[in-house]
């Protein structure tokens, strides 16, 4: 059994609790920076989602009395395809179970619907004990029509993950106020840069 391998292998008492708990902790922030990375709105037609992954790379910190947003450190965010990612990878991209995700994206949205994308943590807990965990989602026509206004997003989520902070998984505008983001603002917008001092704030003091 997986949990038991990790928890033998590091030493640490569930490791795989303290990532999942980390990933859901974080997965809108992931889901938001992933959708970032695959350019939609720039070039909609290429469907980046398809062929590439948001790949993110984090080290156990080993020191249990951290609250699970702080357990971890990110050693490297990168944008991968099927021509760059590592051969022990490679199998992410081409999982079986792939085609019924983007089913239920197409049953979930309907119309709205237009991609599937997905991103992967490869994650070291010291010792030589590892994992990786994938997670699929679907991305929407608003979501994809967002702007990415700041280029280095690699730099906006690591602040994000620093500060220990939660959002929504983007929404791409709410309805009558086109020019607000329901997540606060992440990489596509302005307020974001706002939302962002105050969640930092919140985060120091709290």
């Known amino acids: 059994m997986e949990r038991d391998q990790l928890a033998q292998e590091s030493g640490l008492r569930d490791p795989l609790s303290d990532l999942m708990d980390w990933m859901l902790y974080y997965d809108p922030v ?85 991609g599937t994308g ?17 997670k699929f989602f679907g991305i929407d026509k608003d979501i994809a029509k967002a702007d990415v206004v700041r280029s280095e997003w690699w730099l906006l989520f690591l602040e994000y993950i620093t500060a220990g902070a939660k959002m929504k998984f983007c929404c791409g505008k709410i309805e009558g106020m086109e020019d607000v983001c329901c997540c606060g603002g992440w990489a596509h917008h302005s307020v974001k840069q706002t939302a962002f001092r105050n969640l930092s704030s919140s985060a120091s003091s709290g």
């Open 30 to 114: 992931l889901k938001n920076y992933a959708t970032a990375l695959f350019q939609l709105k720039r070039f909609p037609e290429r469907h980046l989602e398809e062929h590439t992954i948001f790949m993110v790379t984090i080290s156990h910190k080993r020191d249990m009395s951290l609250p699970v947003p702080h357990r971890f450190n990110v050693l490297r965010v990168s944008r991968e395809d099927r021509t760059s990612i590592p051969p022990s990878l490679k199998n992410h991209f081409d999982i079986p179970g792939r085609a019924n995700y983007v089913d239920m994206g197409k049953i979930e949205m309907g119309q709205r619907y237009f």
């Open 118 to 134: 997905s991103y992967l943590l490869v994650t070291d807990f010291g010792q030589g004990a590892w994992t990786t965990k994938h």
